[in-house]
């Protein structure tokens, strides 16, 4: 089966931009060829006109600034490069050459960015002696672009550059990301690959001559071999059950020419009907930001979570931090349309956002009701020191008293201060019988059971 076009980019995670370093790692970006991508508020071609006008006639203003009409003072920023690179990977003995198009990097300042990699599948690779030649050049095999896609979204999978062979995520740090690294090594610490793991998120659009049944949206959404669903050519055949639960839940149905399916690892799209060819910018760049937005707000989470665990001391911090990311980032709907909303609540609901949102959200409950009872603690134990001291006081007007008290009847000193100290004593074991009673207790249970 062949694919008439497509679209395949590969997502990936980069560090926290923080205030610190990120007019430097800018600076980087641009020296490397990229170019921030703004759209002016005035001044602007015809064609940022129309991009303007459709996009603020689509979406609601706070997701529509955030990604897709850059503001010049926005925290969050974009910045693409056009350049080709030309890279050979293997499939099993079967080479394959790469197209690396288009690079994009996206800032979220003070929270964890991504990019992504547009990439093609030169055509040339994908040779049947069967076909004519013409065909040859023009089309690839939805089996090419399986084969390719599960090689590329692994971190590890070599790749010949240049007749050099690097691996594929250190290619990509050093020719795309301009040496921001991905990967721990060295003992130095690389936050996002404590949440990307080892595989890169796939996000791709085939359009082909016909729809074919949901085996083959099953399998390429997966990167499983083609026909494991069927339990064709695989011995890894998913059950029924797990088969029927991802395609209801997953699915994204809404017209009739074409099916998605959203996974944890990818966003998988076929159709027929030309839906590239007449809506290429839709799945390439409007549909594809929102998927991109999802991931974001996902990894973010990650992220909040890990630093509560990890680091108690700093909760009340992180804490703040979170309900600001909150205030910013949680939005409900995204458009005026139907469609983008479908297809943003859809990944959300792929991505069990909701679900780990509310959990993290009762989680963060639970830890400020901590905070306020340690500082009612804290408080209460200010108090009662108070208290004690208020007590101290006390025993000096006692004193005065008992001494005077002694001199009317003639006590001896021995006998007054051993009535003194018998004083002090129990008003201290009063106090602490009113500050920690429960130790008091035990202390004088072993106390007894000494004796016994």
């Known amino acids: 089966m062949k694919i008439n076009n497509s679209i395949i980019k590969i997502v990936g995670l980069l560090g926290d931009f923080n205030k610190k370093n990120t007019q430097q790692q800018y600076q980087e970006f641009i020296n490397s060829g990229y170019s ?5 508020s005035k001044d602007l071609t015809e064609k940022q006109e129309a991009s303007k006008r459709f996009f603020k006639n689509t979406f609601y203003p706070e997701f529509r600034d955030m990604m897709y009409l850059g503001q010049a003072d926005s925290q969050e920023k974009r910045f693409s490069k056009v350049q080709t690179f030309n890279v050979q990977l293997y499939y099993g003995p079967k080479p394959y050459v790469i197209n ?7 800032v979220f300042e003070g ?4 990019f992504s990699v547009s990439i093609e599948i030169d055509p040339s690779t994908s040779i049947d002696s069967s076909e004519q030649l013409e065909d040859k050049a023009t089309k690839i095999s939805i089996e090419d672009a399986s084969n390719v896609t599960s090689k590329l ?3 590890n999978t070599e790749i010949n550059y240049e007749g050099k062979v690097y691996v594929w995520s250190q290619w990509i740090s050093k020719y795309i990301l301009c040496g921001t690294e991905l990967e721990s090594k060295d003992g130095k610490i690389v936050k996002a690959d404590e949440f990307s793991g080892s595989k890169f998120k796939l996000y791709t659009v085939y359009e082909l001559d016909d729809l074919p049944d949901n085996y083959l949206l099953f399998d390429l959404g997966t990167c499983s071999k083609l026909g494991s669903s069927k339990g ?3 011995t890894a055949v998913p059950h029924e059950s797990y088969y029927n639960r991802i395609m209801k839940k997953n699915k994204i149905s809404v017209f009739q020419n074409w099916e998605a ?14 839906i590239l060819e007449n809506a290429y910018s839709s799945w390439d760049e409007t549909y594809f930001k929102i998927y991109l937005y999802r991931l974001f707000f996902k990894y973010n989470l990650y992220k909040y979570n890990s630093e509560i ?3 108690k001391h700093s909760a009340t911090k992180v804490r703040d931090q979170f309900v600001d990311f909150l205030n910013r980032y949680e939005i409900s709907h995204i458009s005026f349309n139907f469609l983008p909303n479908e297809i943003y609540a859809k990944i959300g609901k792929a991505l069990e956002l909701d679900v780990e949102l509310e959990k993290f959200k009762t989680r963060i409950n639970n830890l400020s009701n901590k905070i306020q009872e340690d500082r009612e603690s804290k408080t209460n134990i200010l108090l009662q020191i108070v208290t004690v001291l208020g007590g101290i006081s006390s ?5 005065a008293g008992l001494e005077h008290f002694k001199q009317q009847i003639g006590f001896s000193s021995l006998v007054f201060y051993a009535i003194a100290t018998l004083l002090v004593l129990l008003v201290g074991i009063g106090v602490l019988y009113f500050i920690v009673p429960h130790e008091l207790k035990k202390i004088w249970k072993k106390i007894k059971s000494i004796f016994r």
């Open 36 to 40: 921030r991508e703004v759209i002016p």
């Open 100 to 106: 690396i198009i288009k690079s994009e990097i996206y």
């Open 111 to 114: 929270q964890i960015g991504l």
């Open 153 to 155: 979204r692994l971190f």
């Open 232 to 234: 064709i050519n695989s």
């Open 261 to 274: 399916l959203c996974l944890f690892d990818s966003f998988t799209c076929i159709g027929n009907g030309k």
């Open 309 to 311: 665990f990890e680091d």
């Open 395 to 399: 025993v000096g007007p006692i004193l």
